[in-house]
Nanobody, 122 residues
Framework: QVQLVESGGTLVQAGGSLRLSCVAS??????MGWFRQAPGKEREFVAS????????CYANSVRGRFTISRDNGKNTVYLQMNSLKPEDTAVYYC?????????????????WGQGTQVTVSS
């Protein structure tokens, strides 16, 4: 079965940078994405990348600051986070799915990692 493991979350100062990684045990999906969830809030879309052609989608809140990328050979997706803000503080989840028609919709992703905590201090 597919397993996703996130890593890279830590405490960082506002304005700083951080890179998250997500390693998949298999590549049986067409899209991978990042979501985040802050305490008391719903899980929200951050970014996604289609595996075959690399088409990328970003949430407006992170566009221009975050960059998603993938390494086909390593079955790994990255989220480079720059110019971090306190409101970026959340648990970040890696997700994978077979249907890339609605990349911002969490129900389209069948597989989820356990999350990695990102805390941005102010």
């Amino acid at each position: 079965q597919v397993q996703l493991v996130e890593s890279g979350g830590t405490l960082v100062q506002a304005g700083g940078s951080l890179r998250l990684s997500c390693v998949a045990s298999a590549r049986t999906f067409s899209i991978m994405g990042w979501f985040r969830q802050a305490p008391g809030k719903e899980r929200e879309f951050v970014a996604s990348v289609r595996w075959n052609d690399g088409v990328i989608c970003y949430a407006n809140s992170v566009r221009g600051r975050f960059t998603i990328s993938r390494d086909n050979g390593k079955n790994t997706v990255y989220l480079q986070m720059n110019s971090l803000k306190p409101e970026d503080t959340a648990v970040y989840y890696c997700a994978a799915g077979q249907n890339w028609s609605a990349p911002k919709t969490k129900t389209y992703y069948a597989y989820w990692g356990q999350g990695t905590q990102v805390t941005v201090s102010s």
